[in-house]
C-alpha cells in the first residue's frame, strides 16, 4: 500500500532552525503537501510542491524533494513559538486521493 | 469567510446510540471529504464524495454512512455508535487548482462513545 512515514516529535529552540522530514514508499505521487495543525483546530494547508520540482521557497519555509529517494522535507527557519503544531505530510496522486503521514508534533523550546 | 463549518464540535454518545454529524461548506467546492483522526494514526478517510450526488467509501469506511444532500452539505452519520469510533472528525472540501486539489478543512468534531 502507500505508506507515509514521518518522526512522531520534534523539539526546537526557539530562533533555531526546525526540519521535518518524511518519507513515502509510492512515488507516482502528482503533489506533496505540508499541512499544519494547530491545538484544537483543523488543518491547514501550509505549502507544498509539484513533484516535478526540487525545491520551493517561501518565506521562512523551504521544502525540498528528492524523488530518488522518496524524501520530503520542511525547514522552517527562525522558529517561533507559534511554530508549536503538529505538522503533517501529505501525498497526492490522482484527483480525489490523498495519503497523510501520522504527522510530527513540533515543540518549541524557550 | 466561514468555509467549511461542521457540527457539533463535541459529542458524548452512550455504545449503540446513533447520531449524524453535520458539514457544510460555501466555496462552491465540488468534492467534500469526511476523515477521522486517530494520535499516531494520521488523517484516514472514511467517505467521500465526487459531486452532488455521488459517495464512495474511503479507508475506513465501515460502520459509517454518508449523504451528499446537495452541492453544499456533506453529513456523516453513526447509526450504531461503538467505543472503537471515539476520535476526532473532520470534514474537508476540494477544488482543482493552482496547487494540486487543496483541500480545506473544518475545525473537526470531537467524539466520545462511552
Known amino acids: 500500500g502507500e505508506d507515509v512515514e514521518q518522526s512522531l516529535f520534534l523539539s526546537v529552540r526557539e530562533g533555531d532552525s526546525s526540519v521535518i522530514n518524511c518519507t513515502y514508499t509510492d512515488s507516482s505521487s502528482t503533489y506533496l503537501y505540508w499541512y499544519k495543525q494547530e491545538p484544537g483546530a483543523g488543518l491547514q494547508l501550509l505549502t507544498y510542491i509539484f513533484s516535478n520540482m526540487d525545491m520551493k521557497q517561501d518565506q521562512r519555509l523551504t521544502v525540498l524533494l528528492n524523488k530518488k529517494d522518496k524524501h520530503l522535507s520542511l525547514r522552517i527557519a527562525d522558529t517561533q513559538t507559534g511554530d508549536s503544531a503538529i505538522y503533517f505530510c501529505v501525498r497526492a496522486f490522482g484527483n480525489e486521493k490523498l495519503t497523510f503521514g501520522t504527522g510530527t508534533r513540533l515543540t518549541i523550546i524557550p | ?114
Open chain 2, 1 to 114: 469567510n466561514a468555509g467549511v463549518t461542521q457540527t457539533p464540535k463535541f459529542q458524548v454518545l452512550k455504545t449503540g446510540q446513533s447520531m449524524t454529524l453535520q458539514c457544510a461548506q460555501d466555496m462552491n467546492h465540488n468534492s467534500m471529504y469526511w476523515y477521522r483522526q486517530d494520535p499516531g494514526m494520521g488523517l484516514r478517510l472514511i467517505y467521500y464524495s465526487a459531486s452532488e450526488g455521488t459517495t464512495d467509501k474511503g479507508e475506513v469506511p465501515n460502520g459509517y454512512n454518508v449523504s451528499r444532500l446537495n452541492k453544499r452539505e456533506f453529513s456523516l452519520r453513526l447509526e450504531s455508535a461503538a467505543p472503537s469510533q471515539t476520535s476526532v472528525y473532520f470534514c474537508a472540501s476540494s477544488a482543482p487548482g493552482r496547487s494540486g486539489n487543496t483541500i480545506y478543512f473544518g475545525e473537526g468534531s470531537w467524539l466520545t462513545v462511552v
